[in-house]
């Protein structure tokens, strides 16, 4: 009776759920539209309209493409979380419970629309992923990525000529960063030559496009710029001369700080990278309380530069951040346990003290890891005054530091994780704990995973018996698991290929629609493929609508092409709806949709749509585009819009990187203790920009 009883409990955990109410209506982070409209939400006390998006802006997480941080968002955070959401440092109308803002922010490794394309080293969607292990693919030329001629020849002159024009604010930023991507994969000399194209421009009177400059030095990642960076971030004498300014004002000094640290993970000199963690020591520690843009700026730089280690004979004592990786460690353990640092700045610390501890390299101590891992998840599950924003950023570091073996800190941080998802304080903590503690399940450690079943059940637990919130977050959090069971080419369970059939198919919501689509694409079962086709003719939301596109994109289905391109060919004025069936025509290799997305580009005079086309054009990456944008950059007769869109495509186009530069700061990013500088919105954050 016991074996029977046990075979059928994940079939009873579905029956429940079917039973379970369907909770009805929408939640919508910032700039996604809730309606057909194509408007934004307001919130209380907008009399005007949402700010035009930039070149550089159309999609940050969350937001629907071409209108980067729209005010909007539903009015009010859920009961019992009122709190800080990004950029405020106090109270926010954000609503930021949605699923969508995880996804939004976490979803490039999974997309990876051109790893879908090139053969790349790491598995898309893995944990090195986006940690610079997959970055960069060489191999015979075998896609259709630009020719070394169209990127020597053509575009970066073009985008050289967009610069020195200066047509408008908008255009600046387009060859910014388009110049800096393609820099970054140049010889020295030409690099030396881009920066000296870009240094200029941290003197621009507008400071946003002097903040973008900053980026666009750090994502060049030509050595010698660590130092203007590091002046810049130090407010030295030498740094308010580079910035032509009195004092570099704080929001450019943060803006260094991201950029000393794209450019800090993407060299390969040891020097380089002391000298940046040198840095952002010495700013952190000088930054004060007053705004966390400068402290969070400089902790979270520092977790994406791992130094080597140093085999330091007391490494908990290191005294140097720069002297080494458990320097480094040393520091941000200090920052996180200082109560009288700033709440965004001990949450910052706290992740990146995981991603220093995970980054590759030779000789990690083992005590260290577990002393430091023990200290997250004692964050995480102490009883004592913690702050809010900080047990969150352990529940996420856990769910990179622990695997599923019978380690006694991984049990421990495991036991954790279980306890904080039924039971802590905030939603945020508990959702972020669903997310962990689904990746942490399958991780390998050194023994089998042990309690592998006993997540899922809990989770299908949460998908049959919670609020309709909590059930999206369960059914990502289910397809996390199998994709992570499916790594070794398991089979996804049974029970949950069953549930999220029935969530997907029973979806009247577009919330619950967008979420469970999601879920069944990140499954990767075929078998799902029925049901997303319903989605797709069923659902009049757009929104929706994006989603479920790019979940058959993600399953990979060849029956998709068709639907997926006449869905591209009619959404002329559904921006999301078109980013999101061009994402996945990329994905499925489609050899038509760059025709289609050019035809799009060089008619629209819609900046929402425009953004979308760019951004889609710059993922798929395809030399085709490139004789068709360099006419729309410098044709006269094209609108400014159009025209810099044309140069964030061609940016995009020619980047040799699998993915997104933003992806570096994006993933596992507690976006909950956001400064404006990281995120904004307004739009004016560092993920905010394409």
């Known amino acids: 009776m016991d074996h029977l009883r046990r075979a059928l409990a994940p079939f009873a955990v579905v029956l429940a759920f079917l039973l379970a109410a369907h909770g009805h209506g929408s939640v919508f982070p910032p700039g996604v539209p809730p309606d057909n409209s194509g408007k934004p939400p307001r919130r209380p006390g907008d009399s005007a309209g949402p700010p035009v998006p930039r070149p550089g802006q159309p999609a940050g997480p969350g937001t629907g493409a071409g209108s980067p941080g729209a005010p909007g968002g539903n009015p009010g955070l859920p009961a019992g979380d009122s709190g800080a959401g990004p950029g405020t440092g106090g109270s926010t109308d954000l609503d930021l419970s949605s699923w969508q803002w995880w996804w939004e922010f976490n979803k490039e490794p999974y997309l990876a629309v051109r790893a879908h394309q090139r053969t790349a080293g790491v598995e898309s969607g893995s944990d090195g992923f986006y940690l610079g292990r ?108 580079a910035a032509g300014a009195h004092e570099v004002p704080v929001r450019l000094r943060a803006f260094a700080a991201y950029g ?148 006694p800190f991984d049990a421990r941080a495991r036991r954790a994780l279980f306890a904080a998802a039924r039971e802590a304080g905030d939603e945020g903590t508990r959702r972020f704990a669903l997310i962990s503690l689904s990746r942490v399940a399958v991780r390998p450690g050194r023994g089998e995973a042990v309690e592998a079943e006993a ?25 996390l698991l ?77 029956s998709a092409l068709a639907p997926l391109q006449e869905v591209a060919q009619e959404a002329t004025y559904q921006p999301w709806l078109l980013r999101g069936a061009a994402i996945a025509l990329g994905m499925l290799g489609d050899p038509d949709v760059v025709d289609v997305l050019l035809e799009k580009l060089a008619a629209s005079q819609s900046i929402s749509a425009q953004a979308s086309i ?48 933003t992806t570096l700061y994006a993933v596992d990013a507690n976006y909950r203790a956001a400064p404006p500088t990281l995120y904004d919105p307004e739009g004016l954050g560092l993920l905010n920009f394409l």
């Open 260 to 407: 000393l640290g794209i450019l800090g993970a993407r060299t390969e000199n040891e020097d380089v990278r002391r000298y940046a963690v040198h840095a952002l020591r010495r700013a952190l520690e000088g930054a004060g309380t007053a705004s966390p843009d400068l402290a969070v700026a400089c902790a979270s730089a520092l977790g994406r530069i791992p130094l080597t280690w140093s085999g330091a004979a007391d490494p908990g004592a290191a005294p140097i951040a720069s002297s080494g990786r458990e320097g480094q460690i040393a520091f941000l353990r200090g920052i996180v346990g200082d109560e009288n640092a700033h709440r965004f700045v001990r949450a910052a610390a706290a992740t990146s003290l995981a991603f220093l501890l995970v980054a590759p390299g030779e000789g990690c101590p083992a005590a260290l890891a577990a002393e430091v891992g023990e200290e997250i998840r004692e964050d995480l599950a102490t009883r004592r005054k913690v702050p809010r924003e900080l047990r969150q950023s352990a529940a996420i570091a856990l769910g990179i530091l622990a695997d599923g073996d019978g380690d």
């Open 134 to 241: 997959g970055r960069r693919v060489r191999r015979a030329r075998a896609d259709r990525r630009p020719t070394e001629v169209q990127v020597v020849e053509q575009i970066l002159p073009a985008l050289q000529a967009a610069l020195a024009a200066r047509d408008s604010n908008d255009m600046v930023t387009g060859a910014l960063l388009g110049i800096a991507r393609i820099g970054n994969d140049r010889p020295g000399p030409e690099r030396a030559a881009l920066e000296t194209a870009i240094l200029p421009h941290l003197q621009e009177p507008n400071r946003q496009l002097a903040e973008i400059a900053a980026l666009a030095l750090g994502l060049l990642g030509h050595d010698p710029s660590v130092l203007v960076l590091g002046e810049l971030v130090l407010d030295t004498e030498s740094g308010r001369r």
């Open 614 to 661: 760019a951004q889609a054009l710059g993922r798929i990456g395809d030399d085709r585009t490139v004789e068709p944008l360099l006419a729309l950059l410098t044709d006269a007769r094209g609108t400014s819009g159009s025209r810099a869109f044309a140069a964030v495509a061609l940016g995009l186009v020619a980047d040799e990187d699998l993915l997104p530069w």
């Open 482 to 558: 199998e994709r992570g069971r499916g790594a070794g080419e398991a089979v996804p369970a049974p029970a949950v290929v069953q549930a999220l059939h029935i969530c997907t198919a029973d979806a009247n919501a577009p919330a619950d629609c967008g979420a469970f689509a999601t879920a069944t694409g990140l499954l990767g079962d075929p078998s799902g493929v029925d049901e997303l086709f319903l989605q797709l003719g069923a659902q009049d939301e757009e929104v929706a609508r994006g989603y479920v596109a790019v979940a058959l994109g993600l399953l990979q289905v060849p």
């Open 455 to 479: 997540v899922r059940t809990e989770i299908l637990r949460f998908l049959g018996g919670g609020g309709a919130e909590t059930r999206r977050w369960a059914a990502l959090a289910l397809a």
